[in-house]
């Protein structure tokens, strides 16, 4: 299956579905169709092992099976050691910058929130803290930072994130997941308080980096044409599977 999504730009189900016209007692366990469906998300990259977002994949993987544990993770992978430039798939060409709204020290750089991630609420949450009805978001959600070393790295499940440079409390984390305010799960859960911190949005950020509007518009829709490119074979009847699986009385 994951060579038809490579080779021919489908997705899970199409391939799923050719698949079981060879052999119909194919059915993959719904773990592996999660993972199918990420791997399409990532347009099916050949080196796999390279890839920034399945390693970030990985990595929360493992930091889930630590906590179920009872212990923080023991390896930490800290986003902007790995992809400096634009991490997470941040947006060069909105300018974005999370800045500590004391003393202006910068916290972020060109990096996205991460992809929320709604889980089952946990069993030992009493139901009176537990959100009614979804309220605005009042954090940032972030992968773990270069900064917030000296306090992640202390093996704790959960506690405070301080300002490196004014030491003002500008968040929180836990290893074990957190509720948002707008009722979301997240885990791991390394937030920033939005009334801590200030969101500064300018073509200037981009610039500063060597972007030119035009630049980026061309990334842009270079970027678009790629996403056209492999939507097409999944129309006007799809790819042609003829050599890629064996019919039934074949095998």
């Given at each position: 299956?994951?060579?038809?999504?490579?080779?021919?730009?489908?997705?899970?189900?199409?391939?799923?579905?050719?698949?079981?016209?060879?052999?119909?007692?194919?059915?993959?366990?719904?773990?592996?169709?999660?993972?199918?469906?990420?791997?399409?998300?990532?347009?099916?990259?050949?080196?796999?092992?390279?890839?920034?977002?399945?390693?970030?994949?990985?990595?929360?993987?493992?930091?889930?099976?630590?906590?179920?544990?009872?212990?923080?993770?023991?390896?930490?992978r800290f986003e902007d050691e790995q992809s400096p430039a634009l991490p997470d798939g941040g947006d060069a060409?909105?300018?974005i910058e999370l800045r500590c709204r004391k003393c202006r020290q910068v916290f972020w750089s060109f990096g996205?929130?991460?992809?929320?991630?709604?889980?089952?609420?946990?069993?030992?949450?009493?139901?009176?803290?537990?959100?009614?009805?979804?309220?605005?978001?009042?954090?940032?959600?972030?992968?773990?930072?270069?900064?917030?070393?000296?306090?992640?790295?202390?093996?704790?499940?959960?506690?405070?994130?301080?300002?490196?440079?004014?030491?003002?409390?500008?968040?929180?984390?836990?290893?074990?997941?957190?509720?948002?305010?707008?009722?979301?799960?997240?885990?791991?859960?390394?937030?920033?308080?939005?009334?801590?911190?200030?969101?500064?949005?300018?073509?200037?950020?981009?610039?500063?980096?060597?972007?030119?509007?035009?630049?980026?518009?061309?990334?842009?829709?270079?970027?678009?044409?790629?996403?056209?490119?492999?939507?097409?074979?999944?129309?006007?009847?799809?790819?042609?599977?003829?050599?890629?699986?064996?019919?039934?009385?074949?095998?």
């Amino acid at each position: 299956m994951a060579y038809l999504i490579q080779k021919y730009h489908v997705t899970p189900q199409v391939a799923l579905e050719q698949l079981q016209r060879s052999r119909p007692i194919c059915e993959p366990n719904p773990g592996f169709m999660q993972q199918l469906e990420l791997y399409h998300q990532w347009q099916a990259p050949v080196d796999l092992e390279s890839e920034p977002a399945y390693q970030r994949w990985l990595y929360r993987r493992e930091a889930e099976l630590s906590t179920a544990c009872g212990k923080a993770p023991d390896k930490i992978r800290f986003e902007d050691e790995q992809s400096p430039a634009l991490p997470d798939g941040g947006d060069a060409a909105a300018g974005i910058e999370l800045r500590c709204r004391k003393c202006r020290q910068v916290f972020w750089s060109f990096g996205e929130e991460i992809t929320r991630q709604s889980i089952d609420k946990p069993k030992d949450i009493p139901p009176d803290n537990q959100a009614t009805s979804a309220q605005p978001c009042s954090h940032h959600f972030l992968d773990p930072l270069s900064w917030m070393k000296a306090e992640l790295e202390q093996g704790k499940l959960e506690g405070r994130l301080e300002c490196p440079k004014c030491g003002a409390n500008v968040g929180k984390y836990a290893w074990q997941g957190m509720r948002c305010s707008c009722s979301e799960w997240v885990v791991p859960g390394i937030s920033l308080a939005r009334g801590k911190v200030d969101e500064v949005r300018s073509r200037m950020i981009a610039l500063a980096h060597g972007l030119q509007p035009q630049q980026q518009q061309e990334q842009q829709q270079q970027q678009q044409q790629q996403q056209q490119q492999r939507g097409a074979n999944v129309t006007s009847g799809g790819p042609d599977f003829s050599q890629a699986v064996p019919r039934a009385e074949h095998l």
